[in-house]
T-cell receptor
Framework: AQKITQTQPGMFVQEKEAVTLDCTYD???????LFWYKQPSSGEMIFLIY??????QNATEGRYSLNFQKARKSANLVISASQLGDSAMYFC???????????FGDGTTLTVKP | EPEVTQTPSHQVTQMGQEVILRCVPI?????FYWYRQILGQKVEFLVS????????KSEIFDDQFSVERPDGSNFTLKIRSTKLEDSAMYFC???????????FGNGTRLTVT
């Protein structure tokens, strides 16, 4: 079974500062993928970034980077230079080797303050 | 950029009625999924579909739910006899292969009265 834990229900950050959203996971799969999604108040789910379990480099996509620490089973999302438009719910998710479902965490609501 | 399309965006129905939620996945994607999200809560897996059959389903996906891919492009979720607790946002998603990210549609907000 797979489990994703996001321990921060809500986070605040000042505009232009960096913020880290925590995600830990548990799986017995040797090969898996970790993902982050953004859900603004309008409701859509937007894919942000992906990290494969065998990727040696941490994934980066523009202002998003994924701090992957395999031994600690953590996959934290770092958003640099926060913008007001980053205010949203953020979900961490993972997929295992059987190409089945993605398991989601409970989400973290990020509020960017001007 | 290709996207997953869901219709309708909002569906209101009476308890006991049947609803069909429609999705057009990205054309070269092979894996299809339905998820639901009760307002403000976590995203829950319902069912995955590959090679024209269900590959996995959750406990939520009981006999009142069914999925079809009738014509090679549409992917539908049918709820036979809706209950009040079926009110939620229903997301369709697709992925190119078993490891790629899921791409979500904008969702259908189902309200059962």
């Amino acid at each position: 079974a797979q489990k994703i834990t996001q321990t921060q229900p809500g986070m605040f950050v000042q505009e232009k500062e960096a913020v880290t959203l925590d995600c830990t996971y548990d799986t017995s799969d040797q090969s898996y993928g970790l993902f982050w999604y953004k859900q603004p108040s309008s409701g859509e789910m937007i894919f942000l970034i992906y990290q494969g379990s065998y990727d040696e480099q941490n994934a980066t996509e523009g202002r998003y980077s994924l701090n992957f620490q395999k031994a600690r089973k953590s996959a934290n999302l770092v958003i640099s230079a926060s913008q007001l438009g980053d205010s949203a719910m953020y979900f961490c998710a993972m997929r295992g080797t059987n190409a089945g479902k993605s398991t989601f965490g409970d989400g973290t609501t990020l509020t960017v303050k001007p | 950029e290709p996207e997953v399309t869901q219709t309708p965006s909002h569906q209101v129905t009476q308890m006991g009625q049947e609803v069909i939620l429609r999705c057009v996945p990205i054309s070269n994607h092979l894996y299809f999924y339905w998820y639901r999200q009760i307002l403000g809560q976590k995203v829950e897996f319902l069912v995955s579909f590959y090679n024209n059959e269900i590959s996995e389903k959750s406990e939520i996906f009981d006999d009142q739910f069914s999925v079809e891919r009738p014509d090679g492009s549409n992917f539908t979720l049918k709820i036979r006899s809706t209950k009040l607790e079926d009110s939620a946002m229903y997301f369709c998603a697709s992925s190119r292969d078993g490891k790629s990210p899921l791409h979500f549609g904008n969702g259908t907000r189902l309200t059962v009265t």
